[in-house]
């Protein structure tokens, strides 16, 4: 019975989280933001951010002992939701996810944790590379006397930003360092993506970098913090599908052709129910997903799995979603007129953005195989 | 007697498990065909004896008194341990409906019969005008004297020609305003001149479903269930509780592990284009247990199901027919082949986890009104 009551309790603070962060959101602006702010050259605002963190997004995951509130992913997932909602286009995923997911596990007491934490400050996480064929397998941007060599790749939210956080390979392994914006010998190119914010290719030739951490605890905290972000991003995913299946749903009521609203034809019906059914099985999954990944504790294994799972789900949903929306608009669907588009754009980039549904389902795959086999 | 809803969900689970575990006749085990009712009889004395034959009946009239919740788990249990349903058209159709609709008279004479199955009934709804329009039927039942006499003919009767009742929705009144009016819910018995059973060969060889013709035929008027003229409310009455069973994960997630056995013996997940579609389907199978969950905890928290629990439906029953598709492709040259295959030391009849997937996506409302009811009931699309 108690366990009933605390879920019930979960549920309601969980409501309460998803109303206040959808207010904020929908009083900045909506959507509508997001297009003003791509228009302005794919720049975030920084004054987002620091509402964001007055309302305590950004340690929203992370324990209390460290200065968050503790309230786990299944919570940040409900905020990645509503940021998918309204496609805003401020790096919160990769931030809660990423650099503070690596923070709060690698140095909780470093005091940049907190301004990460209080929106005084937002770092990319760099940690990719990329090889001749994609992402490259092992890691050869290096660590030593100091200082940083080498290039990373993918680094969201990388234009803006006062430094990064730099996954390298040192003498023992992993280690995690800061290296600031204007750093000697640091270069960024930012690589736009379809829905006009940039991707980060960072190269260092002896760029001073400070130590953060090092050790078997970077690689792990690393992992964790790639599932939680992976996870996150399939919320972030399945917040953009189900407000594009609103969009397209209220067009269809409401758009006429042969003198009835081409809602009333029934290929047009079944499809819109599939869209549905599709955007349920998705919600379902990646919110299952994240809190069971609350439940896994340190079972790097399992949450691995699970992230896949979500992202594998959300990627299908999202790309199904906007796309055949993008269809029941007809021609105004490929304009940039309507909002449509942005949500179909945003979903191309958060689809390929740690990996795609075909490399997850991959992932899956082989982690139950291994599950199997050793159990 | 038992108060099996003041168990913990695990304990019930574990208890009907036990049960079904230790009692049932391994070779009925995932029949992968209607038994008649001589073929499950044995069985069937179990579950009386054990009081189990109606999980969903008030206790008061010999049922175990699940509340919806642990109906589902029950439902849940016997599925995964391939525990076939029997003949029990009686308990799921007719019970409910004379408990809830039936007068004292009905309920004492027609109630334990239908558990001991000195009874054994079919369904006599569609016919051959009225499928996924069940109610254009047109099967007239005209009253004379103390009885009805009917005339018309039904169709897709499952296992007609192994039943000795017929429940059935008949037309009473032929002038009503509207099609769903004026049409009632009556008994009748099958062994008499005026009924004549034919049965209908599947595609997959089988002779389950029955055409059911009645010339004459005669029922007392004292077998009319309900009102006159008000069996079409009574019967969607019923479906509420069978609209999330029908959507219930179990079929597919039997199938998916025969596939994967099968398919782990046959060497084809070495092949990545086979290890994708393996997991497309097995997470189509996975994460539509994550949307059920949601409704079964509706059903947990005593709220009723609306029309939006449609969905689980349409997703499962067309994910079972992909888990069934990938079993002939692992099949190869075999894939047209009658019977079981054997695999190292598993034996998958391919085909007929084939054939009994097709029929999912058209009974209980074919997935496309599935689809219209959606979008109407939950999308609010017009027309």
Known sequence: ?375 | MTDWNAMTDEDFRREVHQFFESEYPEELRHLPHRPTFAEVEHWHRKLHAKGWVAPAWPAEYGGMGLSAAKLLIFYEEQQRWGVNRGRDMGVQMVGPLIIKFGTQTQKDYWLPRILSCEDIWCQGYSEPGAGSDLANLRTRAEIDGDDFVINGQKIWTTMAHDATHIFMLVRTDPDAPKKQQGISFILAPMDQPGVEVRTIRTLAGETEFCEVFFDGARTPRENLVGELNKGWTMAKALLSFERIFIGSPSLAQNALGQLESFARGRGAFNDPVFRDRFAQAALDVEDHAALYARYADQLKRGETLGADVSMLKIWVTECFQRITELMIEAAGPDGGTIGPLQVGNVSVDVLASFYKARPTTIYGGSNEIQRNILSKAVLGLPG
């Open chain 1, 1 to 375: 019975m108690k366990q009933t009551e605390e879920n019930t309790q979960d549920q309601e603070d969980l409501r309460l989280l998803r109303e206040s962060a959808r207010t904020l959101f929908d009083r900045a602006g909506g959507n509508d933001r997001a297009r003003k702010l791509r228009d302005a050259g794919g720049r975030w605002s920084a004054g987002m951010i620091t509402e964001l963190a007055g309302a305590g997004v950004f340690g929203v995951a992370v324990p209390d002992e460290n200065g968050g509130l503790g309230m786990g992913l299944a919570a940040a997932g409900v905020l990645a939701e509503e940021v998918g909602r309204v496609i805003a286009p401020e790096p919160i995923v990769a931030t809660i996810g990423l650099t503070i997911g690596l923070l709060h596990r690698l140095c909780p007491d470093h005091g940049m944790l907190k301004k990460a934490i209080g929106g005084e400050t937002v770092l990319a996480t760099a940690w990719q590379e990329r090889g001749p064929t994609g992402v490259a397998p092992g890691r050869s941007c290096r660590f030593a006397g100091g200082k940083l060599t080498g290039a990373k790749a993918w680094v969201s939210g990388a234009v803006g930003v006062e430094g990064y956080l730099v996954v390298a390979e040192g003498d023992d392994g992993a280690v995690l360092t800061y290296v600031e914006a204007g750093a000697a010998g640091l270069n960024v190119d930012g690589r736009r993506q379809a829905d006009g914010s940039a991707l980060g290719e960072l190269s260092f030739s002896a760029t001073p970098a400070e130590l953060l951490a090092e050790g078997a605890a970077v690689e792990a905290a690393l992992a964790d913090a790639v599932s939680d972000t992976t996870a996150l991003a399939a919320a972030e995913l399945v917040g953009l599908s189900g407000r594009a299946f609103e969009i397209v749903l209220d067009y269809i009521k409401t758009r006429e052709q042969f003198d009835k609203p081409i809602g009333a034809f029934q290929v047009i019906q079944h499809r819109a129910t599939d869209l549905h059914v599709m955007q349920e099985v998705a919600q379902a999954t990646v919110r299952e997903a994240l809190s069971w990944m609350d439940c896994a504790g340190t079972d790097a294994q399992a949450r691995a799995r699970l992230a896949s799972r979500a992202k594998a789900r959300a990627g299908v949903a999202a790309k199904k979603i906007t796309r055949d929306a993008v269809q029941m608009h007809g021609a105004v669907g490929y304009t940039d007129e309507f909002d449509i588009g942005l949500f179909l754009n945003r979903a191309l980039v958060l689809s390929a953005w740690l990996g795609d549904d075909t490399y997850h389902r991959r992932l899956w795959l082989d982690a139950r195989d291994k599950e199997g086999a050793e159990r």
